[in-house]
């Protein structure tokens, strides 16, 4: 690894599901928390903020067969991620959001799979929560099923926005998203359902992308050069380029519009789920992504999660891998996945959905993860090809 990527490698440990029986070093990055696959009790659903105490917080929920779909973890470091200490424990809490609004923290995302859309509020940094009981206390949308992932919520012409899906479409996975913005009031009651809006919902059409559209999901609230708000999505498209799908919503948050002609746009690693951000310094939109590497192409687009990709865009349009940050080379137990992050001066810190090696067999799959791992990215805006990890630019046939 080049000096200019320097990854967090410190053997931080966290206190979750199980202590690491691996050893710490051989696992990228920090060990926040760890479920050996024999748990059958996988990690999911990582998301990371940045206390106003200079604390970051990370959250991570479970899924499979060893654990109910609607407990969700807290942690907390005080020394800039090297340790990593429980900060608590949430049941009905699931695919979920932190985020830092008015001085108050919030988590928002769903009651348990396929559930209710929820909103918590902690006034003292994450220690205790409110409980989403009704309409005027964070329980916003019932009455149907909903889908979400830790993805951002932005501030943008006096109003707050959040991509969500409902799972109401029918024909299964994929066909059943249904991509929505959710909005209310920036200076409104957050968990008062009144002050939330949603856009018109929009869902899956078998036509597009050569018949080849198997769905979209997990919207990224993002203000486009323009100073307008879209929905940038996750799209289940198997093959390369990947893509991602920008659904363009109205100023006041009621309407949501696709134009299949241009509004697809070439994503690396768009078929798996990405956190979008812009950047004031740089005027880019960056993200971290599983591209597929040359060699991997050919198989299972979905499952390449073994690369994860720094990459950015001047306009959500034109999208660049500018360094492989993680890599490795076996596709089917190993993954830095769904990545969450947050901007930190120069650096971006990131924590990851883990699938790696341990003493106790490793991961199931690539999919079903066995850590939650913590990264520092180094002067992010200035890395290049070139300072990939060497793993990676060894693996591949671009050049690096």
Known sequence: MLAALILSAAAGLGRGAEAPSAEPESVPGVVIDHSPAKTKCFIGSP???????????????????????????????????????????????????????????????????????????????????????????????????????????????????????????????????????????????????????????????????????????????????????????????????????????????RQASFNPTNGFVDFPGGCKKFTVRYDELSRCYWSLANDVLSQHAGKNTERARNALALVNSPDLRQWTVRCVVLYHPDTERHAFQYADWQFDGDDLIVVSRTAFDDADGGAASQHDANYLTFHRIKNFRKLELKDSVVSARAASGRSF
């Open 47 to 253: 998301s990371l903020v940045v206390l106003p105490t200079g604390e970051y917080l990370a959250s991570h929920d479970f899924f499979g067969s060893g654990t109910t779909p609607d407990r969700t973890m807290l942690f907390a470091s005080q020394d800039r991620g090297q340790t990593w200490q429980t900060r608590g424990e949430i049941s009905g809490q699931y695919w979920s959001t932190l985020f830092v609004h008015s001085h108050a923290l919030y988590l928002m995302g769903t009651s348990r799979e396929g559930g209710f859309v929820v909103i918590r509020r902690s006034t003292d940094n994450g220690r205790t929560w409110t409980t989403p009981k009704d309409a005027d206390s964070g329980l916003l949308l019932a009455g149907a099923r909903y889908h979400t992932a830790p993805v951002p919520v932005v501030v943008h012409s006096g109003r707050i926005w959040r991509g969500m899906e409902d799972l109401m479409g029918g024909g299964g996975w994929g066909k059943e998203f249904r991509a929505f913005m959710l909005s209310a009031p920036e200076d409104a009651d957050l968990l008062k359902a009144t002050n939330w809006i949603c856009s018109r919902r929009l869902g899956w059409n078998g036509a597009w992308l050569n018949s080849r559209f198997g769905g979209w999901l997990e919207g990224n609230a993002v203000v486009t050069p323009d100073g307008k708000m879209v929905d940038l999505l996750r799209v289940d498209f198997r093959g390369l380029p990947e893509q991602a799908a920008l659904i363009e919503i109205s100023a006041d948050g």
